[in-house]
């Protein structure tokens, strides 16, 4: 079966240090990768998806970056966080099949920058 | 560009009664359009989906191009449905999926 796997859990970090969020996927191969972040009465807001290795669609103009190095790896990063980078991080997978395939997301990073 | 309108942030309601969670859309083409559910300390998961017209939990959704809505329904709701729920929308044939802000659903015994 598939699996997702986020880390880490909770990180704190202070304002103007790199970032990066590790997801990875097992049980299938070629899978839609996305981040996103959850904010409270603002819901998902998309941040990055890939269809494939090294292929990255960017939706919200910001500070932050994402990489897909293997098939089934996907990194979030930064350079240098600022304090509105806060928040819970989201990893997520859709079979590449087409029709209706639902999502299925890991348990999430809270990120806390002071 | 699509969207997905959920118009309650918190939804209260007593055990037994009805439940109806809205969820508004635009999107020009034909959409796939999903209801996915958070419980406390759990992950974000699929509830149903349109396309496959089932029941999970008790819960249905029916598609109405006509309105643009995907509105989940549940007949007497239980403590258990306690959740955050999230309507998504999946333009056919892409990959990127636009969630609303979601509603917060609260059982009161």
């Known amino acids: 079966s598939q699996t997702i796997h986020q880390w880490p859990a909770t990180l704190v970090q202070p304002v103007g240090s790199p970032l990066s969020l590790e997801c990875t996927v097992e049980?299938?191969?070629?899978?839609?990768l996305y981040w996103y972040r959850q904010a409270a009465g603002r819901g998902l807001q998309l941040l990055f998806y890939s269809v494939g290795i090294g292929q990255i669609s960017s939706e919200v103009p910001q500070n932050l970056s994402a990489s897909r190095p293997q098939d089934r790896q996907f990194i979030l990063s930064s350079k240098k966080l600022l304090l509105s980078d806060s928040g819970f991080y989201l990893c997520?997978?859709?079979?590449?099949?087409?029709?209706?395939?639902?999502?299925?997301f890991g348990d999430g990073t809270r990120l806390s920058i002071l | 560009a699509q969207r997905v309108t959920q118009p309650e942030k918190l939804l209260s309601v007593f055990k037994g009664a009805p439940v109806e969670l809205k969820c508004n859309y635009s999107y020009s083409g034909s959409p796939e359009l999903f209801w996915y559910v958070q419980y406390s300390r759990q992950r974000l998961q699929l509830l149903l989906r349109?396309?496959s017209r089932e029941s999970i939990k008790g819960f249905t959704a029916d598609l109405n191009k006509g309105e643009t809505s995907f509105h989940l329904k549940k007949p007497f709701a239980q403590e258990e449905d306690s959740a955050m729920y999230y309507c998504a929308l999946r333009p056919g044939g892409y990959q990127k999926v636009t969630f609303g802000t979601g509603t917060k659903l609260q059982v009161i015994p």
């Open positions: 997520a997978w859709s079979s590449p099949e087409g029709g209706n395939q639902p999502q299925h």
């Open positions: 049980g299938t191969s070629n899978p839609n």
């Open positions: 349109h396309i």
